[in-house]
C-alpha cells in the first residue's frame, strides 16, 4: 500500500495480529508482511471472545476456493537476498522470479498438458535428416488453419510501399538480391499460381531491417509478418503451434558471467533458412511477391523463416536432437542448454576449454 493511499485512512493504530502486526481502521484490520506471517505453519489458537477474532472474521465474505488459493499462494513480489543465506527463511522470494519467464505470465516448470506432448510428439516424430540437412513439419492448430486468408491484395499493396521507400533510399536492388541469392541456393522457389487456386497458398508481406554492427553476419534481414490479420480471420501465427518454453535459464546466464573470466559467444549463420519444410502444404503457407523490374514474381519459402512464431522452438527442438546423436561429446550439454534461440553463449575460467568448445560444436553442425 502506497502513501498515497494511507494518507486518506485517518488515524490508525498498530496493533498485533497474528505472527504480525496490522493497522486498525473503523472497519477492522489491514495486516502487513508477507503471508505466511499470518498463516503460519503452527498458528496460535485465537479465542472466540477476543477482539482480534471479531475483527477479523466479523466480516466475512463468501469466496471461491480459487481466490483463498491465490491469497495463500501468493507470487512474490520482491528480491530476497539472503535466501541462499538463510535456507528456513519464508520471506517473500523475489530474486529468481525477477530473472524467470513467469514475470511475462509463461509458467515455467509447469507440467506439460496433454494437449502440448501430443504436439510436441507429433512435431518430434517428423523431423528427419537426409541430404545434410534438416526437414520438418510444421505443427499447425487445425480448427484455426482453415481460417487464414489467402493475403494476395494486401501483400501487394505493402510491397508496393516497401518499394517506393526503399527506391528512394537506392537500396531496393540491394534489398531484391538477397531474394535472388536464396532462389540459387534451393531456399526459396519461384511459383506460378492459377487463380482459382489462390486460397490455397498464403501470401506474406516482408519488410528489410538494416543492420549496422560490423560483428553482425546479416546485414540485410527480412523479416515476414506472419502476424497479419485482417478481420475476423487468422494470422499464420495464430495457426501455427508455437511450442513450450525451452530456452536455458537465464538467471544462470547471469550468475555464470560473474563467477567465470571468459565468455564464447557466437550464432548459427542462417539458422532458420537451413531447416528444411517436409510438406508442399507447408511451403504454399509462406508465399511472397518480389517486384523485379515492372513485373511481379510470386516465390515461396522451403525453409523456416524469421517471424514466424514456431520458428525458435522448431530450431531449439532440432538443436536439441542433434545433440542427442553425440551423447558421449564434451559439446553436448552446450549444444542443448546454451543456445538462445540461435546465439550460443557459454562462459569458463579457462579459455582453452572455450577454444576446444567451440571447435566441437561448429565441427558438429
Known amino acids: 500500500m502506497g502513501l498515497a493511499l494511507v494518507q486518506h485512512l485517518g488515524p490508525l493504530q498498530l496493533v498485533p495480529c497474528l505472527g504480525g502486526r496490522a493497522f486498525s481502521v473503523p472497519a477492522g484490520l489491514i495486516p502487513f508482511r508477507d503471508v505466511d506471517t499470518f498463516f503460519p505453519t503452527n498458528p496460535a489458537p485465537i479465542s472466540r471472545d477476543s477482539s482480534l477474532f471479531s475483527a477479523v472474521m466479523g466480516n466475512t465474505l463468501e469466496v471461491e476456493s480459487s481466490h483463498v488459493c491465490f491469497i495463500l499462494e501468493a507470487d512474490p513480489t520482491y528480491a530476497d537476498p539472503w535466501m541462499d543465506v538463510f535456507p528456513s527463511s519464508n520471506v517473500e522470494r ?175 549463420r542462417k539458422a532458420f533458412l537451413v531447416v528444411r519444410l517436409a510438406l508442399e502444404a507447408d511451403k504454399n503457407k509462406f508465399c511472397f511477391f518480389v517486384k523485379d523490374g515492372d513485373r511481379f514474381r510470386c516465390f515461396r519459402y522451403a525453409t523456416l523463416i524469421f517471424g514466424f512464431t514456431s520458428s525458435p522452438f522448431i530450431l531449439r527442438s532440432i538443436l536439441k536432437f542433434h545433440a542427442a546423436q553425440y551423447p558421449f561429446a564434451e559439446c553436448r550439454v552446450a549444444m542443448e542448454n546454451q543456445f538462445y534461440v540461435d546465439n550460443l553463449v557459454v562462459t569458463e575460467s579457462d579459455p582453452a576449454k572455450l577454444v576446444r568448445l567451440y571447435s566441437q560444436v561448429r565441427k558438429r553442425l
Open 94 to 268: 523475489g530474486l529468481e522470479k525477477m530473472f524467470s519467464i513467469e514475470s511475462l505470465g509463461i509458467q515455467d516448470g509447469e507440467e506439460i498438458s496433454g494437449y502440448d506432448q501430443g504436439m510436441i510428439r507429433q512435431f518430434q516424430e517428423s523431423i528427419t535428416f537426409r541430404d545434410g540437412k534438416y526437414h520438418v513439419q510444421l505443427p499447425w492448430h487445425a480448427d484455426k488453419l482453415d481460417l487464414v486468408p489467402s493475403n494476395h491484395a494486401i501483400t501487394l499493396h505493402v510491397l508496393n510501399r516497401v518499394v517506393r521507400r526503399l527506391e528512394k533510399k537506392g537500396l531496393y536492388q540491394e534489398y531484391v538480391n538477397i531474394f535472388f541469392q536464396q532462389q540459387r541456393e534451393g531456399i526459396i522457389g519461384e511459383i506460378q499460381v492459377d487463380p482459382q487456386n489462390f486460397v490455397d497458398y498464403v501470401r506474406v508481406p516482408h519488410r528489410p531491417v538494416f543492420k549496422t554492427d560490423p560483428a553482425a553476419t546479416t546485414k540485410i534481414r527480412r523479416v515476414f509478418n506472419c502476424s497479419l490479420k485482417v478481420g475476423g480471420s487468422a494470422s499464420l501465427n495464430e495457426a501455427a503451434y508455437s511450442g513450450v518454453n525451452m530456452t536455458g535459464d537465464m538467471l544462470d546466464l547471469l550468475m555464470s558471467f560473474r563467477s567465470n573470466e571468459f565468455v564464447l559467444i557466437a550464432d548459427i
